[in-house]
T-cell receptor, first 111, second 112 residues
Framework: ETGVTQSPTHLIKTRGQQVTLRCSSQ?????VSWYQQALGQGPQFIFQ???????GRGNFPPRFSGLQFPNYSSELNVNALELDDSALYLC??????????FGPGTRLTVT | ELKVEQNPLFLSMQEGKNYTIYCNYS?????LYWYRQDPGKSLESLFV?????AVKQEGRLMASLDTKARLSTLHITAAVHDLSATYFC????????????FGKGTKLSVIP
């Protein structure tokens, strides 16, 4: 149990729709990262937030966006969903230490 | 661009046998992570290796790091069925970064 929660657990959306995924970090963890894991692949870094500012982004288009809030929660928003966006989305939080604590993930299916 | 390669990608082992998973990465980094993932589940942290020659052991798993060769190994001793899972190594692109680049994973099946 990492203390990181994500909602919803599963989600089914239609191509072209928009989706918001949520993550709640441990108190005091001011860095949150989001990863996309397609079936049978390793997680891919989407972006990272530190103290409510984006401070790193992977190779993902602008329709992937995020927010981090003062209460250690964060959101991942994806616009104009495509079939290839179907994946497990993981958030991970960290404090100033070395460890990242991963949440249980949200399984997104785009039909 | 940082690249992380694992091999093998698939590994079928008999219970009681030993085997090693390899992780190579392309650029200098200050640490390396090993994670375990069960089907449909999230990532469980196994080891964080910080320095050249670092070795960590937990139960039947032992991880080591050679920063000069940019190589880490995860050694499995006397495998048991409960070790069946997918194992990932991950490396940040620079010191202090949390932006991990993962390998493709090694799917381990331990058979009786």
């Amino acid at each position: 149990e990492t203390g990181v929660t994500q909602s919803p657990t599963h989600l089914i959306k239609t191509r072209g729709q928009q989706v918001t995924l949520r993550c709640s970090s441990q108190s005091g963890h001011n860095t949150v990262s989001w990863y996309q894991q397609a079936l049978g692949q390793g997680p891919q870094f989407i972006f990272q937030y530190y103290r409510e500012e984006e401070n790193g982004r992977g190779n993902f288009p602008p329709r992937f966006s995020g927010l981090q809030f003062p209460n250690y929660s964060s959101e991942l928003n994806v616009n104009a969903l495509e079939l290839d966006d179907s994946a497990l989305y993981l958030c991970a939080s960290s404090d100033t230490g070395l460890e990242q604590y991963f949440g249980p993930g949200t399984r997104l299916t785009v039909t | 661009e940082l690249k992380v390669e694992q091999n093998p990608l698939f590994l079928s082992m008999q219970e009681g046998k030993n085997y090693t998973i390899y992780c190579n990465y392309s650029t200098t980094s200050d640490r390396l992570y090993w994670y375990r993932q069960d089907p449909g589940k999230s990532l469980e942290s196994l080891f964080v290796l910080l320095s050249n020659g670092a070795v960590k052991q937990e139960g039947r798993l032992m991880a080591s790091l050679d920063t000069k060769a940019r190589l880490s190994t995860l050694h499995i001793t006397a495998a048991v069925h409960d070790l069946s899972a997918t194992y990932f190594c991950a490396v940040p692109p620079r010191a202090g970064s949390y932006q991990l680049t993962f390998g493709k994973g090694t799917k381990l099946s331990v058979i009786p």
